[in-house]
């Protein structure tokens, strides 16, 4: 018997299927604020300096494709060691897997404890996750066998930090050795960010709790810097002896479709830290066997290199500094239009992302009237933005809002 024909259609993916959509429409002036990938003033997302240097220097030295090992490029898996723990941790407590972006890695990451943590009696582990989240989170967990449940984070307002439901729920809903995802800096989707008392705090209820804490790490350094975004991460280190870190390059090297990431397991002693790593190797040599090089060589070749790094790190601070320039500009362009509500509360979000406010039938309008593609949340990509058509927008955004 045939057994493709009777197969139903996939959903499509939500943001990607926005995309798709704004490539088939001819209005010239449209804009896309929907996919989480920088674009610079003239709306392309430029390969950084440092990387191109990096590629060049690679392919002259370059002797061999041969296969990484399971756990990858040594000398990257000791960037993102120095990167994410720097002497915060000692090395034997620490196992890095180079993994393919963060999306592999939180896949890793999941495959790992499904198989090596177990759940209550009977059931299967569990991960609690903010609501709202990024929305592959769910899927990535649920595909490695965990059962996801929920954390509540944004207020009702949409832009806010419910603090008090979320340290609640953190003290009520996981049971001891259960996992919380937190996102480390620039929380996907809404921009909303704890504060450094608010960490602590969280960091509190985690310890006390007998929590095991699952740090999502994809945008060091488009917060409030590399070493400022990191600080959330830090405090709940100095409180726990177990951590995962799911770190992605994606974002802070402009490396997207290389597929750079990395799972950061800390634990208590040498020895689970030996048997740990030989298990985050089972999980990837039956899933991808081994990860690509080009991406995390990148990566090893700019952090080994002074000159190079001194260009990342200004690089990457000018990415950092247009995205809240073009924030401040659009929250400065919404208080000239007249009628239109006070959109001040944006400055407070950190990231590429910014939650809007506005509600599905105004993101449908935005794209029907205007050709501004916006997520159906109201989650709008700062970054998508543009100096020059600034005013355009806030006039469009306020004709919907109005
Ligand atoms: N985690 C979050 C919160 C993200 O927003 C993303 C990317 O959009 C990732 C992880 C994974 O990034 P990648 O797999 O592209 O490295």
């Known amino acids: 018997p045939r057994r493709f024909d009777s197969i139903a259609m996939a959903a499509p993916d939500a943001i990607l299927g926005l995309t798709e959509a704004f490539n088939a429409d001819t209005r010239p002036d449209k804009m896309n604020l929907s996919v989480g990938v920088y ?14 240097a990096a590629e060049r220097k690679l392919i002259e030295d370059e002797t061999t494709k041969g296969y990484l090992t399971i756990d990858g490029l040594p000398d990257y898996r000791e960037a993102v060691r120095e990167m994410v723990f720097g002497d915060q941790v000692p090395s034997e407590r620490v196992a890095i897997v180079q993994a393919p972006g963060g999306t592999g890695a939180l896949s890793v990451a999941g495959g790992f404890l499904a198989r090596q943590c177990s759940g209550g009696p009977g059931g299967p582990l569990r991960i609690f996750v903010p609501t709202p989240t990024w929305a592959n989170h769910n899927a990535i967990m649920q595909d490695a066998g965990l059962l996801v449940e929920n954390y509540s984070y944004l207020g009702s307002d949409r832009r806010t930090l419910d603090f008090d439901a979320m340290l609640e729920d953190l003290r009520t809903k996981p049971k001891p050795g259960e996992v919380v995802l937190l996102h480390a800096c620039c929380h996907n989707p809404t921009g909303v960010d704890p504060t450094a008392a608010q960490w602590k705090a969280i960091a509190s209820v985690i310890a006390e709790r007998g929590l095991l804490p699952l740090l999502d790490f994809a945008y060091q350094g488009f917060g409030d810097g590399l070493d400022q975004d990191a600080a959330g991460l830090r405090t709940i280190l100095d409180h726990v002896d177990e951590a995962i870190v799911c770190s992605s390059y994606s974002k802070n090297f402009g490396l997207y479709s290389e597929r750079v990431g990395a799972v ?23 899933n991808y066997s081994n990860p690509p090089r080009h991406g995390a060589a990148i990566v090893a070749t700019v952090l080994a290199d002074a000159d190079l790094t001194a260009s990342w790190k200004e690089e990457l601070e000018t990415m950092r500094l247009r995205i809240t320039h073009l924030r401040e500009q659009f929250v400065a362009g919404m208080s000239e239009q007249a009628g239109a509500p006070d959109f001040t509360f944006l400055l407070n979000q950190k990231g590429m992302f910014s939650f809007s406010g506005l509600t599905p039938m105004q993101v449908d309008e935005l794209k029907n009237k205007y050709g501004i593609y916006i997520v159906g949340s109201g989650r709008i990509n700062v970054a998508g933005m543009s100096e020059d058509r600034m005013d355009w927008l806030c006039s469009a955004v306020a004709d919907v809002i109005g």
Do not use: F, H, N, Y
């Open 39 to 52: 674009k610079d003033a003239s709306g392309v997302t430029p390969i950084m300096k440092c990387v191109k």
């Open 264 to 286: 950061g397991l800390v634990t208590a002693s040498a020895e689970a830290t030996k048997a740990s790593l030989s298990q985050l190797k089972k999980v990837v040599r039956s």
